[in-house]
């Protein structure tokens, strides 16, 4: 289940899945530091941030990264198993590196937001938007 980046298809899906998650990323990292200086815990801030990118992020990566023209319900169940399976091991980590070992919660969780993308962009390309084996009549989407 590794990565080819060999072919062009692979590398462009990917740069679409970073341009949407950079930007995403970015707009929620502000509202970590944001909600983490008011006062809120680290994983409390990260929870109800992750839930917001998650769901922001469904349409955009069907329609314009992957140009998956599948059934929404079997990619969304899958999407949201991927995505609680990045958010477990963001928390974990989280824990295991700031509550445990003291690291501090801004540098880690930065460092952790490129880890758990490359994890999901993985399962998204090879599991959640696998090919078009059961596509509906909707119309493939060049562009976004």
């Known amino acids: 289940m590794g990565l080819s980046w060999a072919g062009s298809g692979v590398r462009r899906q990917f740069l679409r899945y970073a341009l949407i998650g950079l930007t995403s990323n970015g707009v929620l990292y502000a509202g970590y530091l944001g909600l983490t200086n008011i006062g809120m815990g680290h994983k409390t801030a990260m929870t109800l941030l992750f839930a917001a ?3 922001q992020t469904y349409v955009f990566n069907r329609r314009w990264t992957f140009l998956y023209r599948g059934r929404i319900p079997g990619s969304m169940l899958r999407y949201a198993a991927t995505y609680a399976f990045g958010y477990l091991l963001n928390l974990s980590a989280l824990h295991m590196l700031v509550d445990v070992w003291g690291l501090p919660h801004r540098v880690v969780q930065a460092v952790l937001i490129v880890v758990v993308a490359v994890a999901i962009f993985s399962l998204q ?13 909707e119309t493939r989407m060049e562009g976004f």
């Open 53 to 55: 990118g998650t769901l």
């Open 125 to 137: 390309k090879y599991w959640v938007f696998r090919g078009n084996e059961d596509s509906t009549t």
